[in-house]
């Protein structure tokens, strides 16, 4: 090869990128719907029943004696809120936030971390074989879904969206700044390597995407104002930037992870701290989505709850029924859901955990029915292989 | 599927180096592996008991700066701490320089890829100012001694050493049928019994279950650590009988050395053999890799836990030189490898400063998504090259290639004669050609360093 034939190669390699679905303008006109969801991974294991605490449960006091220390907020004389959590109250009287006890994926037995958001992101009971993760087989099933539709967002990969469906990567720190030539250069040396050649020329095509979306954005007065409520600052804040900007363009479907949730130790501060990083992401997408919160659904899934007692170090063990804690314009908040199995210790799973009663699966797939309007074989063929949807929970508005 | 010299230094080494010829065969490097550790002895890492400062100096600034707050010490308590935390800061970069500076001045660099492979096995995260600058000390205690040695060795320092007591919150988990536990109505902590089950020993696809995770909680207990008097065994914390881990029943009496020789039998387990070579198989040659192939290293493993044997069968094993290159370099591999093709000495890297450490490793390796010994938990890093090639990892990965070299060498080779530094034979036409056409010798550099064929391993 030559120059010429280089610079010649090359510039038919430009044609077919501006062809590429990520940047074509007219792409955007066929964005599926307009509603928005959040999946936020907690990652670790919540433990359900400190974030949301069965005040009224008979067994809970004695099995909690360390963490039930009284400084709740009284929800509705059986739930108390943690702490933690208090800054979402004004979300939670507005019906804004609200959660669903004692579900869980079908992961049952070893209690891994790993396994255990494996097949919370897979959205199916299995480990190896097909490793799409389940919002990227969503985005099978929506007409008119492009790269854009979809961000995971983070340093981390995301399973959860991996998958046959393009979708975009990014983190809110990256950044790209190449010259016109090291660019066709670049695309030359990934050329024949299709893991590198995809990574490269998306995260070409985002950093200059995000660069001319970010001169256009403009802070508006009620965005403001809800900021301040939000007392943190760090990667949350940041994540919770980055997916609302997204959000209120053309994407649809935004996934990150935060981590801190493996209270096995002193979990009074630990939980805590948490919490009220998760209260104050919550806070900045609601605040940065503006008019487009009220289409908004955030979920907030974990791989397991934690153990119904307290553990010898002031925390809890992994365990399996947990909490799903969710947010939006679009749902139906101010309320715990789900069946209540009781604490008492004949109830509890393997006699230490909250059994689960609803499969966390099938709470999302009813909320994607909603928000996309998904055919309910879809959810269960290809959303959720292998998912009874059941009931509807009546979590959306 | 033969030795490959070039293949052997990308692959098992830590990258090809102008300062250093390559390997001649299978058995010269084995030999070399199993003499003296000498870059041990020339670069030098603090092990726990020797780092300034001390853990137990700063819990206790830590504790003295928290107990002046609101009194009139208050400022000076304050001061005292951040002094500490800066002497933290500052060894935890010197022990960061220190291993690449070893991975740069070793002529193959096996035994730094075996170190750090048994560093992510057994992983440690920091807490964030008070053992910051002790993760390198652990490895430097518990895993490196012993890479070329026995895992029952390995094993039993690891559940012995501070670190991982502390991280895996073994230091407080208590017998409930214990004299502390009856007393003060105390129990166990199930975090350092399940990791060892499911990640350390037998795998999560292994044969245990959770009423195995328990016994062998009971059995850990006693493990402690306290600043003021490092590790000991506390009988008074232990639970007391027998318990029953896989079917194995272990000694009624809660004594140090039953501990120990619990570990020395759940090392060599034939469960554990299979998923320790299932695991380094992944990590040297291939995320799918050759069922034969991971026989072979378990059979090396044998009876008693031998390491030397593990390496010695990948490498003897045809399938570990295939020349397809699945894996790829992690953030810190990447890094390392571009400073040894650059003829970056230890000395060199050693003598940064705190600016340019910043620009060239912290801010990076986190932009690539691996932040220097801060993965998010015990189960490490990611081995899969999907989790590693995504926008933002190369968007990091681009940006350290084209601009970093140049700040580190003051005269930047001529990217064509570079290409063979950096990949010898395993340059294509592509980054030939690419090398030879960019406009300046930095973006050569660079599109040589970012280019497929140099991340692949």
């Known amino acids: 090869m030559d120059r010429r034939s280089f610079l010649l190669q090359t510039a038919a390699l430009g044609c ?83 959660a669903v006890q004692a579900t869980s994926t079908p992961y049952r037995g070893k209690r891994s971390h790993f396994d255990g958001q494996d097949i919370l992101e897979a959205g199916i009971l299995r480990t190896g074989g097909d490793p799409s993760g389940w919002l990227n087989r969503l985005l099978t099933t929506l007409p008119g879904a492009q790269a854009e539709t979809a961000y995971a967002i983070g340093r981390e990969q995301m399973a959860i969206l991996s998958g046959p469906a393009s979708v975009s990567r990014w983190s809110p720190d990256a950044d790209l700044r190449l010259s016109g030539q090291a660019q066709r250069l670049l695309e030359l040396v990934y050329h024949d390597d299709p893991l590198f050649r995809d990574a490269a020329s998306q995260a070409i095509e985002i950093a200059a995407l995000v660069k001319e979306q970010d001169l256009v954005a403009e802070d508006d007065p009620a965005t403001m104002s809800m900021m301040e409520a939000v007392q943190s600052s760090g990667v949350h804040v940041n994540l919770a930037e980055f997916a ?55 979920l907030c899934l974990t791989e397991f709850g934690r153990t119904a007692f307290e553990n010898g170090t002031q925390g809890t063990d992994h365990g399996t029924g947990g909490a799903m804690l969710y947010a939006g314009g679009a749902m139906r908040g101010g309320m715990v859901g789900g069946a209540w199995p009781g604490l008492d210790e004949a109830a509890l799973f393997e006699r230490r955990d909250v059994l689960p009663t609803s499969d966390v699966r099938a709470l999302v797939g009813w909320v994607i029915r909603g928000m996309f309007g998904t055919a309910a074989s879809d959810i269960e063929s290809v959303v959720f292989p292998d998912l009874d949807l059941g009931d509807d929970p009546g979590l959306l508005l | 599927m033969t030795f490959d010299p070039t293949l052997a230094a990308v692959r098992f080494g830590t990258g090809l180096s102008p300062r250093f010829t390559r390997p001649v065969g299978v058995e010269s490097i084995l030999t070399d592996l199993s003499g003296p550790d000498e870059i041990r002895e020339a670069i030098a890492i603090a092990g726990f008991n020797d780092a300034k400062p001390s853990h137990a100096t700063v819990t206790w600034m830590d504790r003295a700066a928290k107990a002046a707050l609101e009194t009139p010490d208050e400022a000076q308590a304050m001061q005292a701490r951040e002094v500490v935390r800066d002497q933290v800061r500052v060894v935890r970069r010197q022990h960061h320089l220190a291993t690449i500076g070893r991975a740069l001045d070793a002529p193959l660099g096996l035994r730094e890829r075996l170190v750090a492979f048994w560093a992510d096995h057994f992983t440690v995260v920091r807490r964030p100012f008070q053992t910051a600058h002790l993760v390198t000390s652990f490895v430097e205690d518990a895993i490196r001694p012993h890479v070329t040695g026995s895992f029952a060795a390995m094993l039993r320092g690891v559940v012995t050493h501070p670190m991982m007591l502390i991280y895996l919150q073994q230091t407080r988990s208590t017998g409930p049928d214990s004299p502390v536990g009856q007393q003060r109505n105390l129990g166990l902590n199930e975090n350092l019994a399940r990791e060892l089950l499911e990640l350390h020993l037998l795998g999560v696809d292994g044969q245990y279950s959770q009423a195995d995770v328990r016994e062998l909680a009971e059995l850990l207990t006693g493990l402690s650590y306290t600043d003021r008097r490092g590790f000991f065994y506390d009988p008074n914390r232990a639970e007391p009988g027998g318990e029953t881990v896989v079917g194995l029943p272990f000694g009624a009496d809660a004594t140090l050395d039953n501990v120990l020789e619990a570990m020395d039998i759940l090392a060599i387990l034939p469960g554990t053999a299979e998923h320790l070579a299932w695991k380094m198989a992944v990590h040297f040659v291939s995320d799918d890799p050759d069922d034969d ?21 990948m490498l003897r094993h045809p399938a570990a030189w295939t020349p397809q290159r699945d894996k790829v370099r992690t953030p810190q591999q990447f890094i390392t490898a571009g400073l040894r093709a650059l003829g970056v000495t230890g000395n060199a890297v050693m003598a940064i400063d705190q600016k340019l450490y910043q620009q060239m490793l912290t801010r990076p390796l986190s932009l690539m998504g691996q932040p220097w010994e801060t993965p998010i938990g015990p189960d490490g890093w990611p081995e899969d090259a999907e989790s590693w090639i995504i926008p933002q990892g190369m968007a990091g990965r681009i940006s350290w290639a084209m601009q970093l070299p140049r700040r580190i060498v003051t005269d930047l080779p001529d990217p064509r004669e570079f290409v063979d530094h950096a990949l010898g034979s395993l340059a294509g036409e592509d980054v030939r050609f690419a090398a030879a056409a960019a406009e300046n010798r930095a973006e050569g550099v660079g599109v040589v360093l970012a280019s497929a064929a140099f991340q692949r391993r």
């Open chain 1, 16 to 98: 077919s990128a501006a062809a590429s679905p990520l940047l074509t303008p007219v792409a955007f006109a066929d964005a599926p719907g307009d509603n928005r969801l959040v999946v936020i991974i907690l990652r670790g294991g919540m433990d359900g029943i400190d974030a949301l605490r069965p005040l009224g449960d008979p067994a809970f006091a004695a099995l909690r004696p360390g963490l039930h220390t009284g400084d709740h907020i009284d929800l509705d004389g059986f739930w108390g809120l943690h702490p933690g959590l208090e800054a979402l109250l004004p979300l939670w009287q507005a019906g804004e936030v609200g």
């Open chain 1, 244 to 298: 609302a900007a997204r959000l209120r363009g053309e994407t649809r479907i935004a996934s990150f992870s935060l981590g801190g949730w493996d209270t096995h130790q002193n979990q009074k501060y630990s939980l805590t701290r948490s919490l009220r990083r998760l209260s104050d992401t919550i806070l900045t997408l609601r605040a940065q989505l503006g008019p487009v919160w009220d289409k908004t659904a955030v």
């Open chain 2, 293 to 313: 192939l991971v026989a072979a290293m378990a059979e090396g493993f044998g009876a008693d836990g031998d390491l030397m044997g593990m390496t010695a069968a």
